[in-house]
């Protein structure tokens, strides 16, 4: 079944999302791409779900289609602008499935509206709760932009898409999303995200999360310390945690089947 595009307006531009519903009383899964990645991240597991769950996805704000948008938006933000889409949409008890970026996100909708959320399932994320951060950590998230810009535009797109992706078409999908942006639009896009993850991280001691919940990391992911921060999670929440053989920061493209596999038996334990 084919995806159907909408758009909801905000003060700053305007966000495109794709709906693929089957019933009113289908369970829904929601799919939130990583900083820089579009909907196209998500194209396995929109396929792989779409004969028998509802399924939402979206360009984050200044990702993608939901451009141009003004970088004044903050992940206390675009949590509202999430809620009013599923409003829009009808969806109820959905399962947040958040990959990098979107597992912040799906951590300040689960702080923002408690109890609305049926599970989630962090794909290469990690968690937002202030414990978990250094200092020199979150200084290092403010300040990325300039090391970015700093960098030939050649060679960001080669980190940008080798870095995250170890399979074929992990690393072009991510290639292809990278270069439909001018170098200064991405850096300034990158140093954006990783300032408003650190704010966010200040802005409260801990976000806690009241409904079933499924780490996912790939066992060759070099983002940063996402490993790491993976293991203290799993340790001190004592959430589950399957590590994607072969597979990088994306690893729901290198490895699609096994991150399906996943998040549909992590589905059918939760009653929606």
């Not at 799919?31 to 996805?57: I, R, V």
Request: charged share 20%; proline share 6%; glycine share 8%.
């Amino acid at each position: 079944m084919q995806a159907v595009e909408r758009t909801y307006r905000t003060p700053y531009g305007t966000v495109h999302y794709w709906v693929n519903v089957l019933s009113k009383q289908s369970p829904w899964l929601v799919f939130l791409p990583g900083l820089t990645a579009d909907h196209h991240l998500f194209d396995k597991q929109m396929e792989f779900f779409a004969d028998h769950w509802n399924c939402l996805t979206w360009d984050a704000p200044a990702h993608g289609s939901s451009r141009p948008f003004a970088l004044k938006f903050s992940l206390g933000d675009m949590a509202s602008y999430l809620h009013e889409i599923l409003k829009a949409e009808g969806v109820e008890r959905p399962i947040l499935v958040g990959q990098s970026l979107g597992g912040y996100l799906s951590q300040v909708y689960m702080d923002r509206y408690p109890d609305i959320v049926a599970g989630f399932v962090s794909i290469d994320s990690s968690p937002l709760s202030r414990k978990y951060y250094t200092k020199w950590e979150l200084a290092m998230l403010k300040n990325t932009k300039w090391m970015y810009l700093s960098i030939p535009w050649k060679l960001l797109i080669q980190w940008g898409s080798r870095g995250t992706a170890e399979s074929e078409y992990g690393r072009s999908l991510m290639k292809q999303t990278i270069e439909s942006y001018e170098k200064r639009e991405y850096c300034e896009l990158t140093g954006y995200g990783f300032r408003i993850v650190a704010k966010a991280v200040e802005d409260r001691e801990a976000y806690p999360i009241s409904c079933p919940v499924q780490l996912i990391c790939g066992e060759k992911d070099g983002a940063g310390s996402v490993k790491s921060y993976n293991r203290r999670w799993e340790k001190e929440e004592g959430y589950p945690i399957c590590w994607i053989p072969n597979a990088g920061h994306n690893s729901n493209t290198d490895a699609p089947e096994l991150v399906n596999q996943m998040i549909e038996a992590f589905g059918k334990r939760i009653p929606l």
